[in-house]
């Protein structure tokens, strides 16, 4: 199925909303990667999304609210510390799950009983839900566990093998760039599900309570899976104080490799490699890493090495997506 890119003027977003209300999907950017939408309400709907992506059954959707009323008909109970990180993070790249109502289908809650909810902090997103009317359930726009798409021309070529026209809404590319932060606010205590942008330690700042680490207790989904977030090409990670190593052990092979850093490492031979300049601020890391790694892949190279972001917070999360990223198939 070819996939068709549109610009996002008032007759896209009229069209997309009428694809949506017909049980269609629709390819809708965010601050964080493309999605790829359904309504929420409909577990055919729903339908459509696991089978165009190839996703596990057994894996919930977000649904996406629109801006300004809490999204009180999803949830059982808009809880206090639901609100409290709606005000402080909404519209964000925050998604909290709580205790579910029945709206969401159950396709979408993978029939679990509690349902996740983001409000998008995009104009596009927030168009599209306006002209909805009601929530719209999105995972990442790619095939189940490749790399998130952060463009309108790679959902194109993630989804160009799904049944039917694949309607998707240019939004320019993705500011933020790696997806939201995941808070489950269902139990007793806060945790965190998903590192993102918005740290953990910003969520407990908040909240006035430190996160629990999503632990043996929590239900298994395969955003939780070691690989996840994978490009097709092997990749080796190396810390900053490795890189040269990592470098040179990749040289030594004497087939074409990809380095994904901020420079080349010094005293490094450069033969058979191709340096993609990682940019220096964590923020812009998260904005290009996804964009990155597919130019890396899809260089035709035996092997992507990519240097480690250090830190907390924003490095916590790249880290968590790249490690996935490199965990071997299997
Ligand atoms: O930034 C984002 O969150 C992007 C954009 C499109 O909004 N969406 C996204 O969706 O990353 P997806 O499906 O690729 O990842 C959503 C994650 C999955 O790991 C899923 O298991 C988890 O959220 N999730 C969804 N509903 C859940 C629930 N009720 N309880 C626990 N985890 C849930
Ligand atoms: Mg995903």
Redesign the pocket.
Known sequence: MPARIHEPDDATIAAAAARLAEGGLVALP?E?????GADARSDAAAAGIYAAKG?PAG????V?VAAGAPPTAWVRSWTPQAARLADAFWPG?L?L?LA?SEHASTTV??G?D???L?C?DHPVAQRLLAAFGSGIA?????RSGSI?PTTAAAVATELAGAPGELMVIDGGPCP?G???T?V?V?GPAPRL??P?TITAEDVAACLGTPLEAAGAG??A????APRHYAPGTPLVLAAPDELASAVAGAHATREPFVVLARAWPAGVPSTGGTLLELPGTLPELARDIYRLLREADGAGAARIVCELPEGSGIGMALRDRLTRAATPAG
């Open positions: 965010t964080t990667v493309y999605g790829l996703r894996n919930p959707l977000i996406h790249p998604t799950v579910a809650r993978a679990g509690t349902v996740a983001r998008p999105a995972p990442s726009a790619n998130s933020v790696i997806e939201s995941i489950d269902s599900l998903r993102g929590s239900p989904h395969p955003g939780s």
